[in-house]
């Protein structure tokens, strides 16, 4: 049974910074996300890496303040946030595939077949 365990959202104040973990139950995955959902609003991709090659992919609005990255030995992924504004807060879920998930499709949902339960991010 996998199981991706999302942690670290908490309260910032705008300009601070914050990690999230995704502690994942089984390893290596091939392509690891971070999707955040505000109140109202559909679900967004916010960084993706391809673990083998490293590839990082990440949505324009927080391109140069976030960085994702991964841990085949622990195994967990990583998300640290920096420079958060309020327009950051939302709920952030961790995502995973077996597979190698390409461009275009980095920030698309049915991408990936595994979801954590998500943190809350609250930036204010």
């Known amino acids: 049974h996998v199981q991706l365990v999302e942690s670290g959202g908490t309260s910032a104040q705008p300009g601070g910074s914050l990690k999230l973990t995704c502690t994942t139950s089984?390893?290596?995955?091939?392509?690891i996300a971070w999707f955040r959902q505000a109140p109202g609003k559909e679900r967004e991709g916010v960084a993706t890496?391809?673990?083998?090659?490293?590839?990082?992919y990440y949505a324009d609005s927080v391109k140069g303040r976030f960085t994702i990255s991964h841990d085949n030995a622990k195994p967990a992924a990583y998300l640290q946030m920096n420079n958060l504004q309020p327009e950051d807060t939302a709920m952030y879920y961790c995502?995973?595939?077996?597979?190698?998930?390409?461009?275009?499709?980095?920030?698309?949902?049915?991408?990936?077949?595994?979801w954590g339960q998500g943190t809350q991010v609250t930036v204010s």
């Open positions: 995502a995973a595939s077996n597979l190698v998930v390409h461009d275009p499709n980095v920030f698309r949902g049915p991408s990936y077949r595994f």
């Open positions: 089984e390893h290596p995955f091939r392509t």
């Open positions: 890496i391809q673990t083998r090659g490293g590839n990082t």
